[in-house]
Structure formats: C-alpha cells, structure tokens
C-alpha cells in the first residue's frame, strides 16, 4: 500500500516553470508564476473540488470492489454495492452522476444493469469494467448507450488513470449536454412568453430594418 501511494504522488507534480521579479525602486518586489498545467494535473485539481461526483459500482465481488472504492476515492463519492436493487434505490433518491458496472455477475450481467439504470434516468453514463474482455459484448454495449468499456486491471496505474479520465469525460459530456438543454428550453419558453404579449396588445407591433422596411409583425398587423 505504501509503494502504491508513492508512485501515485510522483505521478502527480505541480511544475513552477517561470518565476519573475520586479523592483522599481524601494517598492516590495513582485513575483510572478507562471503554472504549468500538465494534464496529469486533472485528478489533483477535480480532487481539490469541495463536492466529488457520485459514482455507483456494482460487482458481484467484495474485494474487487474495495479495491476500486480505495483507488478513486480521492477522486469520487463511491457507492459500491453487489444488488442491482441497490442501484435502482439510489439513482431515485441521489444526484447520481455514473454508473460503473461488472459484465458477468452472479444475479444479474452487465445489460441488466444497463437497462435498469436507462429506464430510470437515460441520460445517466454507464461504463463497463468487466473480468473479461469480449469485442461482441464491447460492440453491443456500445450500441445499447454504454459510455465505455475497461477490462480490469487496477494493478497498473496507467489503467486507473484511463478509468478516471472516462469517469469524467462521461460526467462533462452529461453536463454539457443538460446545460444545452436547459437554455435551450429557456429560449424557447421566453420566445413563448414574447409571442403571447405580441398576440394580446391593442398597439401596433412590429420590427424594421434600417430602411424603415417592415420584416416582422404580428399576423393581425401585417394588413394595415
């Protein structure tokens, strides 16, 4: 356990690649720094967020999932659980935001998973990470909705890093998708409301160009 968080903390370096300093005159000098981001810097700053994502992971194996709630619990609220029951409860009560599930399970596979969490909330990312590796099951998941699809191996560090960032590319796109879909009801319902004072006002309404041409009015108007 010890080597494993040393390397994960070599893993993540913060870089100071510029550092500048100015003094005019008997003034404090400034410093200036200048931060190199590197991408390996992701999880150390999605980490630093004051609210983690939620992630579900259901495996029919205890150790399988200690190990992952151990390895991205830095990084994520974890609820691990064995019950496809579990799964249901939890995305009808909580702001779940990805599911992560096993293939082959005792009660269940990983596309009754799918379905459940679908049925319930559509939008919602599942990710595959299964025993097993199987290019049909891979196509067909990925034809049914799954975001993506791991085939287990927490021991390599580069794998986890390839997990953590599906988990969260999974969890933008969602985002991203939702916000667009909010503004756009918003524009839609405030073209609704404009539509209704047009279409219930005694004075006269229209728009013109800088010509003084009539291009938009109310149907009402338009024969004046």
């Given at each position: ?103 082959e399970m005792k009660d269940c596979n990983g596309f009754d998973v799918l379905k459940t969490v679908k049925e319930i909330n559509p939008d919602l990312p599942v990710i595959f990470y299964t025993g097993q590796g199987n290019e ?89």
């Open positions: 356990m010890k080597k494993t968080k040393q390397n994960f903390s070599n893993y993540v370096v913060l870089k100071i690649c510029h550092i500048q300093h100015q003094n005019d005159g008997g003034s404090l000098p400034e410093i200036k720094v200048n931060v190199l981001k590197s991408s390996r810097l992701r999880s150390f700053m999605y980490a630093a967020t004051e609210v983690k994502p939620l992630v579900i992971h259901i495996d029919d194996n205890e150790d399988i999932l200690h190990l992952f709630r151990i390895s991205f619990r830095t990084y994520f609220q974890i609820r691990s659980t064995t019950k496809i029951s579990d799964i249901e409860e939890w995305i009808k009560k909580e702001n779940i935001d990805c599911v992560i599930t096993d293939f049909d099951v891979a196509r067909k998941a990925f034809v049914h909705g799954v975001s993506d699809y791991f085939v287990k191996d927490l021991g390599g560090f580069v794998h986890k890093q390839k997990i953590y960032n599906s988990i969260c590319k999974a969890i933008e796109i969602r985002k991203s998708r939702n916000e667009k879909e909010k503004a756009y009801k918003a524009y839609r319902d405030s073209e609704q409301r404009y539509r209704l004072i047009a279409e219930n006002i005694n004075d006269a309404l229209y728009i013109h160009d800088r010509h003084g041409n009539i291009v938009g009015a109310i149907q009402s108007i338009r024969d004046i």
